[in-house]
T-cell receptor, first 113, second 111 residues
Framework: KAGVTQTPRYLIKTRGQQVTLSCSPI?????VSWYQQTPGQGLQFLFE???????NKGNFPGRFSGRQFSNSRSEMNVSTLELGDSALYLC????????????FGPGTRLLVL | GQNIDQPTEMTATEGAIVQINCTYQ??????LFWYQQHAGEAPTFLSY????GLEEKGRFSSFLSRSKGYSYLLLKELQMKDSASYLC????????????FGAGTRLFVKA
């Protein structure tokens, strides 16, 4: 079974631009969570989607948004990029029941100049 | 609020045993996870505890005490490849599930 995939793997943007990142979960997984990872802050929860609905949200500004499609693929968007948005963005998928172990994708490394 | 504490760094010798501690304060506790993350890679699942006690899985064991808000990850027969960051994560159920991660413990295994 294929793992979680994320595209693109690397991205360079400039301040003020916007970016869209994509995540395809493991087949059969319907829950997708997004995290931001920086050296100083560790893994910070952005939001979680299940059945095309945002179930939970972390403490990030409204510039960060996401959505989920009917095939469980998810996208996250960051508008008006700031230097501090430079980070590794990780997507994790899980079955929405029982243990709910999250399986992570390789991440998208975003650099904002 | 919620808080997860774990040591920033640890160093151990190949073949030895190391214990990485994690303390947490959170509402709606619904399980504790340990993940391993090698530099430049995604976290990979190691263990899950929801009840008190010890879960053993090969060279790795994880312990949980819910009343103390405490967990540890025990790594035996350390290998050089165990050099990585170890993330303690707590799942909350406060009307919706959310997983909160600690900052991670960087483990250096030396020969």
């Amino acid at each position: 079974k294929a793992g979680v995939t994320q595209t693109p793997r690397y991205l360079i943007k400039t301040r003020g631009q916007q970016v869209t990142l994509s995540c395809s979960p493991i087949s059969g997984h319907r829950s997708v969570s997004w995290y931001q990872q920086t050296p100083g802050q560790g893994l910070q929860f952005l939001f979680e989607y299940f059945s095309e609905t945002q179930r939970n949200k972390g403490n990030f500004p409204g510039r960060f948004s996401g959505r989920q499609f009917s095939n469980s693929r998810s996208e996250m968007n960051v508008s008006t990029l700031e230097l501090g948005d430079s980070a590794l963005y990780l997507c994790a998928s899980s079955l929405p029941q029982g243990e709910e172990t999250q399986y992570f994708g390789p991440g998208t490394r975003l650099l904002v100049l | 609020g919620q808080n997860i504490d774990q040591p920033t760094e640890m160093t151990a010798t190949e073949g030895a045993i190391v214990q990485i501690n994690c303390t947490y304060q959170t509402s709606g506790f619904n399980g504790l996870f340990w993940y391993q993350q090698h530099a430049g890679e995604a976290p990979t699942f190691l263990s899950y505890n929801v009840l008190d006690g010890l879960e053993e899985k090969g060279r790795f064991s994880s312990f949980l005490s819910r009343s103390k808000g405490y967990s540890y990850l025990l790594l035996k027969e350390l290998q050089m490849k165990d050099s990585a960051s170890y993330l303690c994560a707590v799942r909350q159920n406060t009307g919706g599930f959310k997983t909160i991660f600690g900052a991670g413990t960087r483990l250096f295994v030396k020969a």
